[in-house]
């Protein structure tokens, strides 16, 4: 993957008198976190590759407030929230797409109430509509016959009833997807929602990731897929405590896709 990622902000768009057709709200983890900035960069170049039109806002982007609010600080979500509506409303945003389930969730869900009214839609989605109009197309047989296991996001599945998309995808890549036992509207947490990745564990005889990728495991995958930088934290931390890092990989949907385009 040697390609030269263009990411424009939305400063240099209006700057050019342009307005792009989506913006990418990268959120915190795809932002900060070194893992999940490969999945920042890898639905960068599905982005580039396709011809999208779309721009970030960079230093202007902060916190959606999620982890404030999941914690009971309302006060801190609102203010956080307020600073951000307003700086979507100045460059006249109309669609957002993101990675992240927790910034997808409260942008479309919790925003409407304090002014924020835009067109939200998860990576998995805007990749599978991508596909469908045929401006990518996926090549190579990299993953054709693995076992490939998808955990469901809360706040993608449960929460916003999006279970179709990644595994659509899933199926495009030639791969073999396996259920675990408890999946879509029965799947279980990877234990990092609720803001609950931020603070220490309670008392209890298993973490929740854990218990996850236990389940996960006994699907005898190649691959975890993943759609959300929590959810992949937890259950790469999971197959590190098993010890199965060398079987066993765990990757976000935008990654298989730029992947198997690579070949």
């Given at each position: 993957m040697s390609e030269i990622l263009k990411v424009p902000t939305m400063a240099e768009m209006l700057a050019e008198g342009k307005q792009p057709d989506v913006l990418f709200w990268v959120g915190c983890a795809g932002s900060f976190d070194d893992r999940a900035k490969k999945i920042t960069k890898a639905f960068v170049q599905l982005l580039n590759r396709a011809n999208v039109s779309f721009a970030v806002l960079g230093t202007e982007e902060s916190c959606t407030g999620d982890p404030a609010k999941r914690a009971g600080n309302e006060f801190l979500f609102q203010m956080q929230a307020?600073?951000?509506?307003?700086?979507?409303?100045?460059?006249?945003?109309?669609?957002?797409?993101t990675a992240c389930p927790h910034c997808f969730n409260t942008l479309k869900n919790e925003y409407p109430e304090l002014g924020g009214n835009f067109e939200v839609i998860?990576?998995?989605?805007?990749?599978?509509?991508?596909l469908d109009q045929g401006k990518l197309s996926i090549e190579g047989g990299q993953?054709?016959?693995?076992?490939?296991?998808?955990?469901?996001p809360c706040y993608l599945g449960r929460a916003n009833g999006v279970y179709e998309?990644?595994?659509?995808?899933?199926?495009?890549?030639d791969a073999e997807l396996v259920e675990m036992k408890r999946s879509k509207a029965n799947g279980l947490c990877c234990g990092a929602g609720g803001a609950q990745m931020f603070k220490d564990a309670e008392?209890?005889?298993?973490?929740?990731?854990?218990?996850?990728?236990?389940?996960?495991?006994?699907?005898k995958p190649d691959i975890i897929a993943a759609?959300?930088?929590?959810?992949?934290?937890?259950?790469t931390d999971g197959i590190k405590n098993k010890e199965k890092e060398g079987e066993t990989k765990v990757m976000d949907i935008a990654e298989l896709i730029a992947n198997a385009q690579d070949l």
């Open positions: 307020m600073m951000n509506i307003e700086v979507l409303k100045g460059y006249e945003t109309k669609k957002i797409v998860h990576h998995t989605e805007f990749l599978k509509s991508l993953f054709k016959g693995k076992r490939i296991t998808f955990h469901d998309a990644p595994r659509e995808l899933i199926v495009k890549l008392a209890g005889n298993k973490e929740v990731n854990i218990e996850r990728t236990e389940e996960a495991l006994e699907t759609a959300c930088p929590f959810c992949n934290t937890m259950l």
